[in-house]
């Protein structure tokens, strides 16, 4: 009888466990990608901020891209957990992304590669807060508290997080974003947390310390993990078709770029004329020019 009890008991603990809530209870923008590892992306091209919960605790990517979103996202955590965020992963340096660490930073401990404290440092704008807090009386209120957060820890390459009944292996992406690039992959899950290489049909903001050719050489890469689904720095969950997608507009671009270049024809002169009319319907188009450059850099090498 007591060992009937006791395999009652296991099988309803587990049973419990593997009943992770629906993302609907959790708002709008939530979606459970799968038991206990959830997205928030608030629409097509705002930064998404996700969470994983695991027996010893939950871990964050992103702090979301406003104090409102982390606001949102803790309100989710809690309906979903009382257990407490462990850490939280950066996949980039940027503020949308990073911004909003001191809403879950203690407890929980920030992670990103080496040279990410330094590029907030450098990047952080003093402004940031006081422009927020004119948008509205709950954005002010959600500022309480304000200030940045670097991360504690800094890996170098490659990083494995092992908590609870989960593993979450970090790699580091040379020149693909921001100076320090961050993706998580679960293995035993098959998520990838992608961070901003590749987005979903928007074009992107191309730093000048970008490489496209080491942007491609990412997707071959994050394609060969097999992931069965794809979580991008912005917008709604995908899969590593986001991936082609971008490797077919960037190899076109590059090849654009390079007949012109080879033309004889000026960085002004490409900018004016070359146009991307198969990816008319990609968010961000005031953001051509933009990747005119630095493909004009790679081709100019
Ligand atoms: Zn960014």
Wanted: net charge neutral.
């Amino acid at each position: 009888m007591k060992l009937r009890f006791a395999m009652t008991s296991i099988f309803a603990a587990l049973v419990l466990w593997a009943s992770a809530p629906w993302a609907q209870d959790l708002g709008p923008g939530f979606t459970k990608v799968k038991d206990w590892i959830y997205t928030f992306a608030p629409d097509a091209t705002t930064t998404t901020c996700s969470f994983v919960v695991t027996q010893e605790g939950v871990v964050m990517i992103d702090s979301c891209n406003s104090p409102l979103d982390s606001r949102k996202m803790l309100a989710a955590i809690k309906k979903v957990t009382d257990k407490p965020i462990v850490f939280l992963i950066d996949t980039e340096t940027h503020s949308d992304h990073t911004g909003n660490h001191f809403i879950f930073s203690p407890p929980a401990t920030v992670i990103n590669h080496a040279g990410a404290g330094e590029a907030m440092k450098k990047e952080f704008n003093p402004k940031r807060a006081e422009t927020l807090a004119a948008q509205s009386p709950e954005m002010r209120d959600a500022l309480k508290g304000n200030k940045m957060v670097t991360p504690q820890i800094e890996y170098k390459d490659k990083m494995t997080i092992n908590l609870g009944e989960r593993t979450f292996e970090l790699i580091f992406l040379k020149n693909v974003h921001s100076e320090a690039d961050t993706v998580i992959w679960l293995p035993k899950e098959r998520v990838l947390f992608a961070g901003s290489a590749a987005n979903v049909r928007t074009f992107i903001n191309l730093r000048p310390t970008v490489v496209i050719p080491d942007v491609l050489a990412s997707y071959k890469l994050m394609k060969s993990l097999n992931p069965e689904f794809v979580v991008p720095g912005h917008g709604p969950v995908s899969t590593a078709k986001i991936f082609d997608e971008y490797e077919g507009y960037y190899t076109l671009l590059l090849k654009r770029v390079g007949e012109m270049a080879a033309q004889g024809k000026s960085l002004d002169e490409i900018k004016k004329e070359l146009k991307m009319p198969e990816y008319a319907d990609w968010y961000g188009q005031d953001r051509l020019p933009v990747n005119i450059e630095v493909a004009y850099k790679s081709v100019k090498k």
